[in-house]
Nanobody, 123 residues
Framework: QVQLVESGGGLVQAGGSLRLSCAASGFTGSYYAIAWFRQAPGKEREGVSC????????YYLDSVNGRFTISRDNTKNTVDLQMNSLKVEDTGVYYC????????????????WGLGTQVTVSS
């Protein structure tokens, strides 16, 4: 049974950093694209970052490019999202998602989802 579990969310001041982790089980993560999405209150869920199978390519939302870094640890079957220089507008519930194949920033493309972790950035 495929399962994704997010961790690492919390409350941080603007300019601070957080590291989110997505632990995958029930499948071999290296053959899947793993993405991070976020959803702010009253807004659509948006793709933040994605790492393709075998780490061939990465995708970043324009507003986080240069501040966030996605990485995979195959020994732990985790995909982390290092978030630096956080802004108030980064606040939301962050979800990891997985699909066999390449990355997409479309929510409907992904087959598996975690339950999310809350990130709150205060001013």
């Amino acid at each position: 049974q495929v399962q994704l579990v997010e961790s690492g969310g919390g409350l941080v001041q603007a300019g601070g950093s957080l590291r989110l982790s997505c632990a995958a089980s029930g499948f071999t993560g290296s053959y899947y694209a793993i993405a991070w999405f976020r959803q702010a209150p009253g807004k659509e869920r948006e793709g933040v970052s994605c790492l393709s199978p075998k780490n061939v390519s990465t995708y970043y939302l324009d507003s986080v490019n240069g501040r966030f870094t996605i990485s995979r640890d195959n020994t732990k079957n985790t995909v982390d999202l290092q978030m630096n220089s956080l802004k108030v507008e980064d606040t939301g519930v962050y979800y990891c998602a997985a699909v066999w194949g390449m990355c997409s920033n479309k929510r409907g493309f992904y087959d598996y989802w975690g339950l999310g972790t809350q990130v709150t950035v205060s001013s």
